[in-house]
DNA sequence: AGTATATTTCGCTATATGACAAAATAACGA
DNA sequence: TCGTTATTTTGTCATATAGCGAAATATACT
């Protein structure tokens, strides 16, 4: 697992991780359940090779894990079992925004996504008949 | 108070402030009491000026607070009251580093520097008679 | 095979960060 | 008042980071 080593070194992939907006907010998002990179980019509204990157950071942090679904690669927040602290400090960051207003409009927002609006990109939303997309 | 805005700027102040080991280390080492910059600067061995502006980063983040007497600035975590969330945030990262080496040597060094060992720089250790200092 | 879609990697630019030294402040002591 | 000590501010440098577009990969559909 990429979460082993020293505990200062951990740490600091992992607040470096929750030190970016718009990863805390795909994040948050991803508490609802699994998402898809080209549903994180319609949430974020950043180019596809700049949330891969930020994925690929919280998944080096321990934060996520990522499976591959034919076409699509689908991110989830990483099961309890993997580790106590990191899950107890990510716990606090979500309380810190709770309230928060882009988190509460992304809420709002991804159900949409969620639902397979159409006429969006990732037309992944809508092509596939009724599978595990979403 | 400086941590009254918006959650988001708020959680990515705090998770900057915890993503530089020096800096955790210095919030570790303030666990055990106020330190004043000089034994921070002893700790961690880096010039002045570089561990104020850390210290002044982790204070704008709402971790800690300060005070000066006379000539000396004294850091302490900040106290519970200001933010269950943040404190939280606090405590998932002290666990996340609970076993690092770093941090354990830097607790025996603590010690030494608390007790104001001879021949070191930061005379406030030595010249002031038992006063409050350390 | 050839096209289209989803994602990642690479190359680039602008800005942020962490380090230091030097200068500026603040406060004490002679 | 002058010198010393503690801290902060300022200027500078090297590196890290976040963003994009273009190219590369991987998989599906025809």
């Known amino acids: 697992m990429y979460a ?4 200062l070194n951990r740490l600091t992939r992992l607040a470096k991780a929750l030190s970016d907006p718009n990863r ?7 508490r609802e359940g699994e998402l898809c990179v080209c549903q994180l980019i319609d949430l974020l509204e950043l180019a596809p090779s ?9 998944k080096m942090a321990g934060l ?5 679904d034919s076409r699509w ?5 990483a099961g309890a079992p993997h580790d106590e602290a990191a899950g107890q400090l990510l ?6 925004v709770k309230y928060d207003p882009q988190i509460a409009a992304d809420n709002t927002e ?15 939303q809508r092509d596939r008949t009724a599978s ?3």
């Open 4 to 7: 082993a080593d020293n505990g």
């Open 73 to 77: 690669v689908y991110y989830r927040l």
């Open 110 to 124: 991804m159900q949409r996504i969620r639902a397979g609006y159409a006429d969006e990109r990732c037309s992944a």
């Open 132 to 134: 595990s997309h979403g």
């Open 24 to 30: 805390v907010r795909a994040l948050a998002a991803l």
């Open 91 to 96: 716990k606090g960051a979500f309380e810190v």
């Open 50 to 58: 700049t949330v891969s990157k930020h994925m690929a950071i919280v």
């Open 64 to 68: 996520v894990e990522s499976r591959k």
